[in-house]
């Protein structure tokens, strides 16, 4: 028998992905399946920056929510298109990432980390008291990107191309020259830059398109719950969750965000129709079950021991 | 006047974060390790105190050393658990570790406690005090002195016991540490209890003249960050100023501009201090 095709699994994937609403008829479950494409693409978005670089930003909520309110305002304040707000919340979630990432990248490990926090905190400060154009801490009605009926299915149909183009640029970096620099980063920037990689400049390529789809995700987001302020797109959880998203699947590898996202959400989903308050205990104890016994994640239980040091190497291992 | 008010208000919620920080300062400073479950053990300090007052009517001023030691022997116990596993791995881990066990506790207040903000009433500590047109409430005072006081406790016996020269002496070097015949392990444990014990301690101090809720902590993870970058990364004394550094700059914002930009005001000051002197305000050379 013929060997099938190596892309076979990616073509199948997003085949089934794409006919769900077709077969899906439940809105719940939409919205469920939405919820995973759009933290799988927040998990890869991430990904590159955090692990194909190993640079652990806390602060990718800031490019979440400045997706999510330019979408908003530009919507709501010069009466825009929303699709156009959404392109211009990518570019200025870029335009931000450029200043963020000139200033912090010049710091390394906890530094790092600390400073991405306190640049999206400074943000979400700053939106939540201009309230004459943001609306403060109350937050405002988001624009619909989709006109009714089959919302559901329209918005999950939005977003699967979104993972399509996460899912590409992921492919190429895990396999360019670029991601392997990146890599030779997160291993030792000292010895990546005797090998004349320069850290500050692949650090900030790297992350221009994790904040361009950051961002992408945020509006998308927002404007599916049709709401945005300070505490739902701009708080410290959802630059947690994007890191714990890739964490936990893998990070560095193509397919991890998405396990990590379809684990994640299913999970704080069943914990939720037990409990109220539960979603915070299920990512605590994910992460820390992720960091103490899967530092690979997930997709690294389906790999062989070998093949997954070569392709991805868990974050833990090296540097010891 | 009002600017004598304002400074003196900093210095005394400068004293409740100089023991917040005291104690991150102290575990990064032994285990390199910064801990972002710093705010979520504060919280569960608030918590203690505040149930010992409503169930059992202990008055947190008289109380604290008791949550003290609860949260020390609790902590004594997530070290065991979890804390030892990340011990040497790369601060990638440790801070998710950190984070995990933050988001843990939280939700399992929120489980527990619910998620409404909790106060208490004590008359002694909503007392007003004052002389000439200047006013303080004693509750301020209270948790500022006992802070205050517990910081030099804690320098006295990291400086003078025999723990204390293990402590620094892991600080200092943990391979060669091992060699003089210190048990790193155990030192690691006590450094974390100890550092929990003052955050948690804070805690309870804070309740009085403040309020609770399960996320009450995360603003102090934030504080106490700045405030040990502040002092220069690990230094236990420059913690102590920072925190005093941080309440007067606060305050001063919250007088001069406006109360909500107090916080803005905290990270610019970070970014500026690890860009720019990142051995801290008071440290000599990097």
């Not at chain 1, 963020?100 to 700053?126: D, H, K, Q």
């Not at chain 1, 989903?269 to 690979?296: D, Q, R, S």
């Not at chain 2, 705010?39 to 003290?68: E, H, K, Q, R």
């Not at chain 2, 998620?115 to 200047?134: C, K, M, W």
Request: proline share 4%; charged share 10%; with cysteine.
């Amino acid at each position: 028998m013929r060997r099938l095709p190596r892309w076979w699994p990616t073509a199948l994937f997003f085949a089934v992905l794409t006919s769900m609403p077709l077969w899906i008829t439940d809105g719940y479950v939409l919205q469920l399946i939405f919820r995973v494409v759009i933290f799988a693409v927040l998990g890869m978005a991430w990904n590159f920056i955090g692990g194909y670089a190993g640079q652990l930003s806390l602060g990718h909520v800031a490019y979440f929510g400045i997706g999510a309110y330019a979408m908003t305002l530009s919507t709501e304040r010069i009466g825009w298109n929303p699709w156009l707000g959404v392109i211009l919340g990518a570019v200025l979630a870029a335009i931000a990432a450029l200043v963020i990432g000139s200033i912090t990248f010049r710091l390394r490990g906890p530094y790092f980390a600390l400073s991405t926090i306190a640049a999206a905190e400074i943000i979400r400060v700053l939106v939540q008291n201009q309230d004459e154009l943001t609306h403060g801490a109350v937050g405002t009605n988001a624009p619909l990107l989709f006109q009714a009926p089959n919302l559901d299915a329209k918005f999950f149909w939005g977003a699967v191309p979104l993972l399509g183009a996460a899912f590409a640029l992921s492919t190429w970096i895990h396999s360019s020259r670029f991601g392997y620099r990146l890599r030779a980063i997160r291993e030792n920037e000292n010895t990546a830059m005797a090998v004349g990689v320069n850290p500050a400049r692949e650090k900030l390529l790297a992350l221009l398109p994790s904040a361009a789809f950051t961002a992408l995700a945020g509006s998308m987001y927002a404007s599916y719950f049709s709401f945005v302020g300070p505490d739902t797109v701009l708080t410290l959880e959802i630059s947690v969750q994007a890191a714990l998203i890739a964490m936990l699947g893998g990070a560095a590898t193509i397919w991890g965000p998405i396990l990590g996202s379809i684990v994640l959400t299913l999970t704080s989903e069943i914990f939720k129709t037990y409990f109220e308050h539960t979603h915070l205990v299920v990512y605590g104890a994910l992460l820390i079950v992720v960091v103490i016994f899967l530092p690979g994640g997930v997709i690294s239980l389906f790999m062989r021991r070998s093949q997954f040091r070569r392709q991805a190497g868990p974050i833990g291992s090296v540097q010891g | 006047m009002a600017f004598v008010q304002a400074f003196l208000n900093g210095l005394l919620v400068g004293g409740v974060y100089a023991l917040i920080a005291s104690g991150m300062a102290l575990i990064f400073g032994v285990m390199r390790l910064v801990n972002f479950a710093h705010g979520a053990f504060l919280m569960l300090g608030t918590y203690l105190s505040y149930y010992g007052w409503v169930l059992l009517g202990l008055n947190p001023y008289f109380g604290f050393p008791l949550w003290g030691a609860v949260l020390f022997a609790f902590a004594l116990g997530v070290y065991w658990l979890l804390v030892r596993r990340v011990m040497g791995a790369n601060d990638f881990l440790q801070i998710l570790l950190t984070e995990g066990i933050s988001l843990a506790l939280i939700g399992l207040a929120q489980l527990l406690f619910g998620a409404d903000y909790r106060q208490i009433n004590l008359p002694v500590a909503n007392r007003i005090t004052g002389f000439g047109s200047l006013h303080f409430s004693v509750g301020y005072i209270l948790s500022f002195a006992v802070s205050l006081l517990l910081v030099i406790a804690l320098t006295q016996f990291l400086g003078r016991t025999e723990m204390g020269r293990a402590i620094r002496a892991v600080a200092q070097n943990r391979t060669v540490a091992p060699l003089m015949g210190i048990r790193v392990e155990r030192v690691s444990a006590i450094t974390f209890g100890l550092g929990i014990a003052c955050a948690g301690i804070a805690g309870a101090l804070l309740l009085p003249i403040f309020w609770t809720n399960p996320t009450v902590g995360g603003p102090y993870t934030l504080k106490s960050f700045v405030i040990v970058v502040l002092g220069g990364m690990g230094s236990v004394q420059g913690a102590a100023l920072g925190g005093l550094v941080l309440g007067v700059a606060e305050q001063f914002t919250a007088y001069t501009w406006a109360d909500r930009y107090a916080e803005v005001v905290n990270f610019i000051i970070f970014l500026l201090v690890l860009l720019f002197r990142p051995q801290g305000l008071f440290g000599g050379k990097a």
